[in-house]
T-cell receptor, first 114, second 114 residues
Framework: NAGVTQTPKFRVLKTGQSMTLLCAQD?????MYWYRQDPGMGLRLIHY???????AKGEVPDGYNVSRLKKQNFLLGLESAAPSQTSVYFC?????????????FGSGTRLTVV | AQSVTQPDIHITVSEGASLELRCNYS??????LFWYVQSPGQGLQLLLK??????LVQGIKGFEAEFKRSQSSFNLRKPSVHWSDAAEYFC????????????FGRGTSLIVHP
């Protein structure tokens, strides 16, 4: 079972460059989420999607864009990377938007912006 | 608004000793509570969850947690820690209103001495 797959696993960007992080899930989950993890800060929600073609802002959306053109994929884009976006990015999904469901997480993308 | 506090940033235990990781939450109604574990370089994995019923919840890897409404706590326990339990542990609380997106604590790092 693949679950949630994130690509790439590591990336180094120069300030001002752009990139896209891909999240793919094969569980037919409706809901998908992008988080960033920084030391001592826990997980902070960037954007999320409640279904194909939908996106919504989370806690820290500035500097990021997302798209959910296909149900199984959720893309996170950085248009002009900044050093403050150095972080570990996690994608997660769950089948229903009910509080009793836990998340299935990907293994993360470690991004460094220099 | 819901919130989660994990008072301990680091916990050090000896292999074979018992473990208790603390989690306190703030939420008006009955919360949905989760514990996740993150091994080094990996994504988060759901250990256990509580949303109703028996207040003592059993999870994977020999972990359990007890919901205590009077103390607003959901502490994670394990009777005998193994070296492979060294990881970061996150408590999360989910609400029954709004977008149902859980709030994560900042995590507790578990160090296991041989």
């Amino acid at each position: 079972n693949a679950g949630v797959t994130q690509t790439p696993k590591f990336r180094v960007l120069k300030t001002g460059q752009s990139m896209t992080l891909l999240c793919a899930q094969d569980m037919n989950h409706e809901y998908m989420y992008w988080y960033r993890q920084d030391p001592g800060m826990g997980l902070r929600l960037i954007h999320y999607s409640v279904g194909e073609g939908t996106t919504a802002k989370g806690e820290v959306p500035d500097g990021y864009n997302v798209s959910r053109l296909k149900k199984q994929n959720f893309l996170l884009g950085l248009e002009s990377a900044a050093p403050s976006q150095t972080s570990v990015y996690f994608c997660a999904s769950r089948p229903e938007n009910l509080p009793s469901y836990g998340y299935t997480f990907g293994s993360g993308t470690r991004l460094t912006v220099v | 608004a819901q919130s989660v506090t994990q008072p301990d940033i680091h916990i050090t235990v000896s292999e074979g000793a018992s473990l208790e990781l603390r989690c306190n939450y703030s939420y008006g109604a009955t919360p949905y509570l989760f514990w996740y574990v993150q091994s080094p370089g990996q994504g988060l994995q759901l250990l256990l969850k509580y949303f109703s019923g028996d207040t003592l919840v059993q999870g994977i890897k020999g972990f359990e947690a007890e919901f205590k409404r009077s103390q607003s706590s959901f502490n994670l326990r394990k009777p005998s820690v193994h070296w492979s339990d060294a990881a970061e542990y996150f408590c999360a609380v989910g609400s029954s209103g709004g977008s149902y997106i859980p709030t994560f604590g900042r995590g507790t790092s578990l160090i296991v001495h041989p």
